[in-house]
């Protein structure tokens, strides 16, 4: 079991950045994948970015590659989304996700293969 906590949100102009951060609980979180998720008003939550457990693998949707950068300290329990040139498209609740995995360069873009997911954050990009 794993709880997951976000938090870095908030209001930005265009261009700007942001970090965002997910807390986990539990003693084994260097054995979860973790996943990025985000979701607008009126769309369905949508991948943003993954990560494996050794944090030696990433892989990114199109719309934010270039642009952000999942990283993860295994001993601070945390994973990062560091959102540079912040886009008013990227306005959103950003929900990060844990999946147990053994394999330590496996990760995951799809909604349904994560157990875990935290509350969200609201990320606003003012044009």
């Known amino acids: 079991q794993v709880q997951l906590v976000e938090s870095g949100g908030g209001l930005v102009q265009a261009g700007g950045s942001l970090r965002l951060s997910c807390a986990a609980s539990?003693?084994?979180?260097?054995?979860?994948?973790m996943g990025w998720f985000r979701q607008a008003p009126g769309k369905e939550r949508e991948f943003v970015a993954a990560?494996?457990?050794?944090?030696?693998?990433?892989f990114y949707a199109d719309s934010v590659k270039g642009r952000f950068t999942t990283s993860r300290d295994n001993a601070k329990n945390t994973v990062y989304l560091q959102m540079n040139s912040l886009k008013p498209e990227d306005t959103a609740v950003y929900y990060c996700?844990?999946?147990?995995?053994?394999?330590?360069?496996?990760?995951?873009?799809?909604?349904?293969?994560?157990?875990?997911w935290g509350q969200g954050t609201q990320v606003t990009v003012s044009s």
């Open positions: 539990g003693r084994t979180f260097s054995s979860y994948a």
């Open positions: 990560i494996s457990w050794t944090g030696g693998d990433a």
């Open positions: 996700a844990a999946r147990r995995e053994y394999n330590g360069r496996k990760y995951y873009t799809a909604e349904n293969a994560y157990s875990y």
